[in-house]
């Protein structure tokens, strides 16, 4: 089994890189199970979670990623936890916003995975 | 059962106010297949992470907590995850630090939780 330090980091290039390029991309790393709570606002499913990503009301983002960590979240189970910090430009802004991402990857057939929690955070001060 | 929501604000008042008035009561929290990932050391086992926690450099700490989401990590288990951002002060410092942390609480006998995964992260600039 790949060591999960190098699951997340394919895992935060591949979300990241799709996300900023065309965030659509990213229906097939949801399920209907999955959940996103986006600024404290709860969804679930992968139809109401890519509508809320697509219509943010911005034209192109840019991700600047600082520190993934990553734990298995269960003893047996092969899912994985990450945590993400970073930064984010959004359209002309000049100053980036810091964010906080959590994801947990469960396994969904040998060498994949899908995103079941997700939890999306804007630090600001 | 209670809302899963309720259970995480009861936690993170427990958890930062013990951490804030005695970090070592934080002992009963977690058990030795808990992980601890702070500032991207790995450790794992109550007695590393309660050795971790209190070996940290300030004499005084305060936590001030932003946001806390939860949802539940598993379909059936009845796990948590809970993903805080907020600020703190150590010692005589007058610029507060931000941070992220997420935890994931593992039910332990009828309304008592452990923490299983616990990542720590200071959002820098």
Redesign the interface.
């Known amino acids: 089994m790949a060591d999960i330090n190098e699951i997340a980091k394919v895992f935060v290039d591949f979300y990241y890189g799709n996300f900023d390029a065309d965030r659509k991309n990213l229906r097939n790393v949801y399920k209907d ?1 999955s ?1 996103l ?1 986006f600024e ?1 606002q ?1 969804i679930r499913g992968v139809n109401g979670i890519i509508e809320k990503l697509t219509s943010l009301g911005f034209q192109r983002i840019q991700h600047k990623i ?2 993934v ?1 990553a ?5 047996s189970a092969g899912s994985i ?1 990450i ?1 993400v ?1 970073g ?1 984010l430009l959004t359209d002309n802004e000049e100053n ?1 916003q ?1 964010f ?1 991402q ?1 994801f ?1 990857l469960v396994p969904d057939g040998p060498g994949n995975y899908f995103i ?2 997700d ?1 999306f ?1 804007l ?3």
Chains 1, 2 share one sequence.
């Open positions: 199970i959940m709570t404290g709860q600082q520190t960590d734990q298995p979240s269960h003893p936890l945590s910090t930064q980036p810091r906080s959590t947990q079941y929690n939890i955070r630090c600001y001060m």
